[in-house]
Every structure is written in structure tokens, then in C-alpha cells.
């Protein structure tokens, strides 16, 4: 019997070797593990045996057993790794088809530009303020130290508003800079505490309109950010410190700033900033013209009368204005060479942002 | 404002580079915008070049280096006619080293093409061999170097310069014929070689457009001395002065009418001149200077001009002195326009001038436009030439200005000389209204102190009788009714610290000061006080006065040097701006939901809006006053007009489309903006949010998507995800025990309810309400207005909402909602309705007869057909049962179906499908 059990196993074994599929996996399960394979005829002739028999036999049959049992799981877990295997290998992707097109959603240029300024004001304590488009000449002018028929009004070619009423030297204009916003702001701050009115940090973004040609580098509606800070011990140095912190963080780390005397009626002394091309590192390019230098903003010391006109006192108060076009800061930083793309929402250019 | 360097060198020396003096004028707010070579050498060892500025220069340059060794001056003795070529001319010259025989066809030069040795040589820039040049011929700047060559049978290497071979001017036209005392063999870049600075204009640097404003600048800017004696040289060099005859008062007086328009008016005389071209030394700095050389006469006054900066008006003196029948005393009256007084101006246009328009006139009438330009009838005139007038503009053939040529067969002799100071506003007015943009009015619209009248008619006539011989009657008539205020201005070193935040010692700002010529006086220990020179009327009064002066301080001190600092001042309080910010979240959450945002031009015409016919007032449009196109007269009334015209635009480009825009429109108010509190007319501009979807819903790839064209719903399902992301109406708080009540059943939510706006179609569209609150409306565009685009076929999706009143209904703040700690119950319900029931009533139901057990109401499938029959619908939802604080058991739940399904058979007979 033990003879019989020996041939059983090897029997087992060998056509073990020959399975290569799950499918006669099982085959092979029911012929010599099944209830009626030969070694389960052994065991149900265990009780025919004689008696002293038996143990020897028995516990040979379950070796037996447990032997092939082990054996199966050996052999239907390297079937396993293979068919895994093998359909794996069947399984591989063409990797250079395109991606399922993921219908994205994106902010105008402009707005990207102007976030990305508010960011870095607002850090430095500075709030966005936004006043009306529509202004009347004195706000737009009169207040800003722009008297009427003042050659400094030709650095502004403005858009005049049709009116029934008779309006005399104070027309409806589109505002041509966001700089009636300041003496809006002022009069708002300084109405609530006439005698001490408290300091003043705000941004002033905004569409701006000049009747002007339109060009590439020109349009008749543009944005601006005007700067405007106010307080009792405000320098150009400070002046020129803010604004060099806002180059840095908006054009690298590294980059240079330079001040050049200029003038603007709102503001004295007044200047024109220039930042060192941060394409060409300051070595001259196309951008910059070969100049190495980008001109971004003009800007300057809030001018006596319009400290007063906003209700501060220019005897106590000081401050400093700076007014930067985020469509041009755009184009620069995106070489976008004509302004005009801005505004006819062309989506072959928005899509690039 | 163009700068020959040598001219500056008159009144001040030039001790930095060129290109380093410009960097210094930029800097302190005398834009130097380019710099032309003509003859000096040029930067970084280039012969010639036009760069669009380089890293060093920071400026634009451009012209040509003369090299010393080889364009010379020359004399040239003996012309001869070539034997074999009329057109050519061979001259014999001397270069201080060798005579040579140079080819020629100067058109300048053939009057003396037979005439052999000449009796007085004439002196001519000379070109040696090897000398590099630009070729005449060639249209631009090409540069050439002068070679051996035959020319007809001639032995040619050099050349006599033409002004276009030197990089002087375009001219070709002739060669260059230098002054008698040109020296013979002197290199031609050390007696004329030049460098042109052209300096922008601001209009507070009004006092720099000269010559001497200029070198002012330089001369504070470097620390070098002015000279103050006009152009360095002696006055009345030999001329003659007037000794008997009339005195000028008998000849001349002056009635000023206005001083408020005209303070000072100044007239000098010189006779018996002789008109005549100007050396060429002087045409030479005129052209570089941007004037075209006339006469020496005009070329006095414009040559005065650019150097003083005082404009000046030459009288032919014979021609007023006619006007008044030869009467012996000539009197100027100014004085305002009569309305509709006619003048005939040097341009030969007859113009018809306002009451505001400021003459020089004679008691005969009106002789020049003051300050602007000159009248035909009294222009110095020079019978020789073509008519030309001072700004040398050629009159039309055939048509003489005021029929002067046909009146006056002689030419000027008896000079008038005006010298005047006009109120600027008023002449930048009277500029504008004629459009006569002039360099005289240049100067005067931005301001010329009075006391520049004196002193540039004085330079006029010196320079006059240099260039024209003649006589001066002595002295000048002189009215000066009202000479300006002396604005004088305390400053101290506390100011400048106040402002500048740099310490200056008194001192350093007194010299700084009396740089610029103000005139200074210690009046405290630490206090100055400065007078402002009698050159400047930028200068202010008072706390204007002191700006005035910090910046005069802070630009020649230098803006480089003053330090980079922080705000160190205090903190403002920090406000919140939640229109500001709910804004900018709308734009992210449209932006998320894959929309892309554009901005249009705010002006339009009422042609374009009403194509989407909206019912828009014509009375309500803020027109345009001068407005820049035909098709941008107002400002827009509505946003989704321009929304859609970007959809136009693009639509040859994309099919899909899914655009938003938010900003303003313009509507007008009568009576006053409240929002302003001014009540000053303003218009009202009232935000909004123009959203428009167009084109398949998924993008196509190479497998397969929904390329089905989006409908109502896509654009419902934006505005729902919008408005539950902005928390719209959810303010609800949970009760004790933990059950709130469902967000939809408060009076705050969004309803969504059909409209009948014109610009949808009638059947796709609806208006979305909040509290009864109108938000918007949105729908499919109607069939008709689509028709007025040019648009494909697809469906075209649109809302135009109000932003104002969307903002206001964000909450401040929204609860989150505890996750449930116990199974819900899901069960699904299928209702069989009419056709017209809208489905948001079963919803309704469901909800208030469920309660708050139940959570979710969640329609999953609509159904028509045979199987049902016609006029109803299959409406099937997967309802969710939750409680908060324990299991639901099957009762529980079975109760509220009951009652739920109870209710929508009795309120609208609906019925339970199984």
C-alpha cells in the first residue's frame, strides 16, 4: 500500500509538471485530489485495512495529500505570474497618443497681471481702491494741479462726454488715469477725521481712455495701476525703495532700477522709472531697444495742492504717487508686440495665458 | 529740441563725453531721445552707423565720423569745363598739402564752369583718397570710401562733399561752399565737426527749449560756469549805430490792450539792410537745429530764437509805414479778435479768428497772429528768392501769399523787430482753435518769462546787422505793463529731509541753487530764501514754491544718489473690499468651471448694441463728444453686446466657445449719481457678468466625447454651480439636536422661473431670482438676433447678469455641514405627471412633505413616450433619508413616503409608477 501511495505521488507530481493553464489546473485537482482520485480511494479504503496497519498508511496518505496540495498552490501561483505576466506584455499603450483634451478655463492676460500686482502691493500694506470710469474735468484735471488749458493737458488727449447741461469748465470725460481715484480716496479718508486724517496706502487699478491713434504700442483704452501712499514722514526715498521692491518681486530678484527727472503735474518732484531688462539681463535686445532699460511707470512726490485738495494737509503730510500700465508690464514680460491684441479677444492669444 | 554741442560750447564747456553729458541731461529731466554725429567722433571707435543705443549709451545714435587726416578744408582756385563731358567741371584746389584736380558736377558750381582762375577762391569741403563718406546717390545712408577711378578718361580719388556725403542733411544738390575764412588745409571735423542732442520737451522744462536753457541745465548739472554773454562774442562787433535822423520813440509806439494776455511787447529797428543768404556757419547750426536757413534776416530772428528762446517777429518797416499813407510814426496797438476779423497769415490762408485770438496789429488793422505766426501783407520779403515765410513754408506757385510779389518789387530794407510775451494758456488756445503748431508757439504756449523779450530783440537785431549790414536805431521801444512776480521761496534742510529723505547742509542746497540762478539769502539760522531767476515761470509760490524747489534739489543733486528706503510710516488701517474680492471669486469659479475671460472696448455705437435687440434707451447712452471712429460714439449699454461680438470674431476659428466678461456699463443719470453723493451728472456704471456658451460640450479627440451641441442646461448648470459656490441664500444653522433646515426651503434661494426677454428665444429662457431679488435672465439666443451675427448654426447659449446685486447676496461667511454619522436611506420614485408641470413644483413637494429627514432630492431620469401616453411625462428621483442622530428605521422612513406620495397625488395628481 505504501508502494501504491509512493506511485500515486509520483504520478501526481509528473502530470503536475505538464499543466500550464488555470483551466487544467482544476482537471488535474479533481483527478488526484478530487473525491474520486486514486489517493481518496486510499483513503476511504483505510478502514479495510488491518488495524495496525492503518496509522502508517494514514498518515502516509496525508503526507501525500498535503504534498500535492502544496505542490498545486505552487504551480497555480507560478500560473498565475505568468498569465499576469503575459497579459501585462499584451497590454501596452500607444504612450504618444494625446491625452482626453481637458476644457480649462483662463483669466484675460490682464487680469493675471494685475492680481499678480495686487499681491505684492498688498503685502506691503497697500489696498485696492476702484472709482468710477466716467469722471468730470475737475476730478480727472482740475484737482490733480492740471488747470484748464494747461500745456500739460496735451500729455493727455481725452475723450469729452456729450452733455445737455451746460458744464462750463467742468465737462463729463472718460478718466484718462486712475488718478481721480486719489483725490476720491483722500476726501473719503480724510472726511471722517478732518483734523487727523489717518495715512493713506491703496492701490488704484483701473480702465483708462486717451483719444489717441491706435497703435501697437498705443490704444484708446488701457489700464493702470496708480500707487498712492500718504503719511506724515513719507520720502522719495521711500519713494524710490517701494518701487524698487515691486521691480524685484515682478521682474527678478536681482533687477536694477533707475529714476530719471520727469513730469507730471499731480506729483513733484516727479520721475520716469526705468527697470534693467530683465530679458537681456541689461545687454540690450530688441525689447529694450539695445537701451538695456525698460521704462515701466512714472511717478513721483504727491504734489502739495493735490495733498491739499484731497483734505491733507501739505504742511503735516507727505506722499508719494506711482502710476504702472499692466498691459505693458504684460507685453514685456510675454514679448507681446502689439498692444491692440488686448482688448479684441482674439482666443488664439487669450488661450496662450 | 535739437542741440548742436558746438552751439552749447557758446555758453558753457563741455568737460564730460558727449555721451555721458546726455546720460546726465536724461537723468535729470532733459531727455536726450538721440544723438546725431555729424563730423565728431563717434563712441566705441565706429566710423559711422546708425545703432538703436547700446548698453553703455542707453541713447539712440546715429552720423558719421569726418577723419581729420582726410576731409579737409580746401580752397579752390581755377575751374575749368571738362573737355569731353558738359555736365562735369574740373577744379583746381589747394588742401594745405598739395593742389589737386577734382572732377565735379555740382549744380552750385557751373556758373563758374568757364570761368578759369578764380578771383576769390572758393572754400569747399574736401574729401582725400581713402576718406569715408556716404554716397550721394544712393537714397539712405550707405557708407563709401573714396578709390583711384577713371572717369572719362580722368584720374579721379577725391571729391569736393556734398552736405548729403558728410551726414549734414539730405541735400545733394550741390556741394557744401564753407565761409571766406574757412582756414585752407584745417580739418574739416575740428573747424565745423558737430554732434546734435535731440532733447524731449516737457512741459515744465519749458525754459530748456534754447540753446541757453540748455546749457543752463549743463552748466548746473557739471559745475561749470555760464557764459552769459550771448554766444561768447563781443556785442556790436564794428556796427554801426544810428546817429542822427528820428529817435525810435518818434518813429514807434506801443498800445498793449490786454497785459493779462500781454505783458511786455519790446520793437527795435534796423535799416537799411541788405537781404542776402546767412553765413553758411549759421545755415549750418539752423539745420542742425531743425530750421530750414531763409535769409539772413528770418535766420536772425529763428537763429535768436533757438539760441534765447525768445520767438521774434520781423516787420518789413516800408510796408506798415504804407498802410498808414507814409505817416512818420508807426504804431502797434494788441488787442483781441473783433469777431470775425479776417487775417491773411504767411501761409497764404485767409482765417477767420475767435474773440479770443490775441493780433498784432497797426491802426490800419491786423498784422500777425500773435505769438502764432505773421501776417502775408507785412512779411520781410526777398525779392530774389521764391517767396518763402519765416517758417519757410514755400507759398503755392501761382498764388502769392496776400499778393506781396505783385504789391512789393523790392526787397525789405527797414526791419521791424517784435519781441513780446503773451499769456501761454492763451496762445496754447489760440494754437489749437487755428491748428498752427509752430516753433514760435511751441515756445510761447508753454511760457517765456517777459524778461527774454529784451534781451532776444537786442540778439535779433546784433545778429541782423551781422548777417545784413545795416544800422540799429539806437535803443528799443519797451512796454512792459505788467512784469511778472518774483515768486521767492523758503526752504530748509528739514524740508528737504521732510520730502527727499536725504541730509543737505544749507549750504549744499544754496548751491545747488545758485546753480540754477536762483537767487539766494540766508534769513535764519537754518532757513533760505531763494528768489527764482528772470528765465523761469515754472516756478510757484508758497507750499508750491517749496515742491518747486525740492525738485530742483533732488534733480541736480541727483535721484541716483538719494538712497532706497522702506515705508517705515504708520500702518493705514487695513479694510477688507468684498466687491473687490467676491469679484475675483466669481471670476475663479468661472474660470474653473472651464470658462475663458475676455475684455472689449467699452465704446460702441448704438448700430452695433442693437443688433442684439435689447430694449435699450437712446436717451440713456454717455455719447461720445469727440468721438475717435465712426463705430465707438458711446459707451456701452450692454455687456453681452460685446460679449458677443468676441464671439463673433472668433467664430471662423472655433466652434465651441465658452466666454464671460464682467465689467461696467455706462447708463446716464439725470440728476446726479447717488452713489457719488456729488449730484454732479455723472453717469451711472452699474457692473454686470456676460457669460455666452456655444459649440459641442466636449472637445473632440480621437476617442469618442459628447460632441453634442450644449444647450439651455449647460448654461443653467454654470449659473447653479456659480451661484451654490458663491453660497447664495445659505445662511441656514442647524437646530439643536442637529437637523437644519434644507437650504432650498429658505426664501433666500435662487428660483429659476421662465421670461420674456427679447434677445432669447421664448420657450429657453429663464429668469433666476434670489428673495424675489431680479439676478439675471439667460436662455438661447432667439432665432431672430442670431440672425444679425454671423454665426454658425449651433445653439448659442447667453446670460447677462447684475454683479452689483449678485455681490450683495453673497454671504459673508456659510457653515460647513457635519458628515453623518449614520446610514441614509436611498429609495427611488417615479412619477408620472403632465407635460406642463414643471419639474422644480415635484421637488417642491417632495421636499416640504418629506421634511427634513429628507435630504436629497435628486431627479435622475425624464421620460416621454407611447408607454405613457401623450401629454404626461415620466419623472423618476432618488430620494435620500438622513437623520442626524440615529439609524432610520424602515418605518420611519415608510411614513414619510407615504405622506410624501400622498401629497403629490392630491396637489398635482401625480401618479406613483411601479
Known sequence: ?353 | MKVPISWLKDFVDITIPIEELARRLTLAGLEVEAIQYVGLPLPAGKVEGHTSGDSVLEINTSGIEWAADKIVVASVSEMTPHPNADRLVLCKLYDGEQEHVVLTGAPNLFPYKGIGQMEKPLKVAYAREGAQIYDGHQPGHILTTLERAKIRGFDSYSMICSEKELGISEDHEGVILLDEDAPVGAPLVEYMGDAVLDISILPNTARAASILGVAREVAALTGQPLKKDEGGRAKDEGGRMKDEGSSIDELLSIEIQNPQLNPRFVLGLIQDVQICPSPYKTQLRLKLAGMRPINNIVDATNYAMLELGEPLHAFDYDVLVGRIANSPHVKIITRTAKPGEKLTTLDGVERTLDEKTVLVCDTAGALSIAGVMGGAESEVYDASKEVLDAQGIEAKEGEMPGGKSSMRSQSTVNVLLEGAAWNFTNIRRTVRAQNLPSEASFRFSRGVHPAMAERGAKRGLELMQQWAGGVIVPGLVDNYPLPPITPTVAITPEDVKRWLGIELGIGEIKKILEALEFNCSLVADNCLLAAAPDHRLDIGEGITGKADLLEEIARIYGYERIPETRLSDELPPQRSNPALEREERIRDLLTKMGLHEVVSYRMTSIEREARLGMDLNPAAYVRLANPIASDRYVMRQSLLSSVMEVVERNARMRERMTLFEIGPLFIASEGGDPSTGSGQGLPNEPQRLAIVLTGPRGIPGWQPVDVTMMDFYDLKGVLVALLEELHVGQVSKPDEVGYRNPTYELPGNPTYEPAAHPIFHPGKQAKIQVGGRPIGVFGELHPLVRQNYDLPASPLLAAELDLDALLALIPERYESQPVPAYPPVLEDLALLVDESLPAERVAQVIRQAGGRIVTGVRLFDVYRGEKIGVGKKSLAYSLTYQAPDKTLADKDVAGIRTRIIRRLEQELSAVLRS
Open chain 1, 1 to 353: 500500500m505504501l508502494e501504491r501511495l509512493a506511485q500515486i505521488e509520483q504520478k501526481a507530481l509528473a502530470a503536475l509538471q505538464f499543466v500550464q493553464e488555470e483551466a487544467t489546473l482544476e482537471a488535474w485537482r479533481v483527478a488526484h485530489l478530487g473525491r474520486s482520485s486514486p489517493l481518496m480511494t486510499v483513503f476511504d479504503g483505510l478502514g479495510a485495512l488491518p488495524k495496525e496497519e492503518r496509522p502508517a498508511i494514514g498518515k502516509r496518505a496525508n503526507e501525500v495529500k498535503k504534498l500535492l496540495e502544496t505542490a498545486l498552490g505552487e504551480r497555480s501561483e507560478t500560473l498565475r505570474q505568468a498569465a499576469l505576466k503575459r497579459s501585462l506584455e499584451q497590454e501596452q499603450l500607444d504612450v504618444t497618443l494625446p491625452g482626453r483634451p481637458f476644457p480649462l478655463g483662463r483669466l484675460h492676460p490682464t487680469t493675471q497681471t494685475l492680481r499678480e500686482m495686487f499681491r505684492v502691493f498688498g503685502e506691503m500694506g497697500f489696498q485696492v481702491y476702484r472709482s468710477r470710469e466716467v469722471e468730470t474735468d475737475e476730478y480727472n484735471f482740475q484737482l490733480l494741479n492740471f488747470p484748464p488749458d494747461h500745456p500739460a493737458r496735451d500729455m493727455q488727449d481725452t475723450f469729452f462726454i456729450k452733455s445737455d447741461d451746460e458744464r462750463g469748465d467742468n465737462p463729463l470725460i472718460l478718466r484718462t488715469h486712475t488718478s481721480p481715484g486719489q483725490i476720491r480716496a483722500m476726501r473719503e479718508y480724510s472726511a471722517a477725521n478732518p483734523d487727523n486724517p489717518p495715512p493713506v496706502r491703496i492701490i488704484l487699478p483701473g480702465m483708462c481712455f486717451r483719444y489717441e491713434e491706435v497703435n501697437a504700442r498705443k490704444d484708446i483704452q488701457f489700464n493702470q495701476l496708480e500707487v498712492l501712499a500718504v503719511g506724515r514722514g513719507i520720502t522719495f526715498g521711500d519713494l524710490k525703495g517701494t518701487i524698487a521692491d515691486f521691480a524685484r518681486r515682478m521682474f527678478g530678484q536681482n533687477v536694477r532700477t533707475r529714476f530719471r527727472a520727469s513730469y507730471f503735474p499731480f506729483t513733484e518732484p516727479s520721475a520716469e522709472v526705468d527697470v534693467e531688462c530683465f530679458l537681456c539681463g541689461g545687454q540690450g535686445c530688441p525689447v529694450c531697444k539695445g537701451s538695456g532699460w525698460l521704462e515701466i511707470m512714472g511717478c513721483g512726490m504727491v504734489h502739495p495742492v493735490v495733498l491739499r485738495n484731497g483734505g491733507y494737509d501739505p504742511e503735516k503730510y507727505s506722499g508719494f504717487a506711482a502710476g504702472i500700465g499692466p498691459e505693458r508690464v504684460t507685453m514685456l514680460r510675454h514679448h507681446i508686440e502689439d498692444i491692440r491684441y488686448f482688448w479684441v479677444n482674439d482666443l488664439r492669444f487669450l488661450e496662450q495665458f
